[in-house]
């Protein structure tokens, strides 16, 4: 019976956890909903309209869509490089933690992680935006 109270807990949290996921998810795709509904008005305006202020819209709108899309890349290198470090760290964390614990031979352990780190931040290293 001195359980429940964790049970209780643990399950609330996850409740919380997943109400608030679901909540970001769905303001997100209104977010993007709305864009793509705003960015659709404005095509069909400058479809009616031809001349000069048309062609400078429509440039603005393929350098928003570059540098966005330069963004994206970016965010994606950024995230591979943290993420082998994080990875890396762990793995050394386990080589040390085995290291002492279990004496000799024990550390190899935190070389997969270690390991999968290094590839990883290889990756982010080398992927370069194109420009």
């Known amino acids: 019976?001195?359980?429940a109270p964790m049970f209780l807990f643990l399950a609330a949290g996850a409740v919380g956890l997943f109400?608030?996921?679901?909540?970001?998810?769905?303001?997100?795709t209104q977010?993007?909903?709305r864009k793509a509904r705003?960015?659709?008005a404005l095509l069909k305006a400058l479809a009616e309209q031809t001349g000069e202020n048309a062609r400078h819209v429509l440039e603005m709108l393929r350098d928003q869509e570059e540098k966005e899309r330069l963004k994206k890349e970016e965010d994606e290198r950024k995230g591979y490089f943290v993420g082998g470090l994080c990875a890396m760290a762990a793995g050394v964390g386990v080589c040390?933690?085995?290291?002492?614990l279990a004496g000799h031979g024990g550390w190899t352990v935190g070389l997969v992680p270690l390991l999968i780190g290094a590839v990883l931040t290889a990756?982010?290293?080398a992927s370069r935006p194109r420009r």
């Open 38 to 40: 705003d960015r659709f």
């Open 19 to 28: 109400a608030f996921l679901s909540i970001a998810a769905w303001s997100g």
């Open 96 to 100: 040390v933690m085995v290291g002492a």
């Open 31 to 33: 977010a993007q909903e």
């Open 1 to 3: 019976m001195s359980s």
């Open 123 to 125: 990756v982010g290293m």
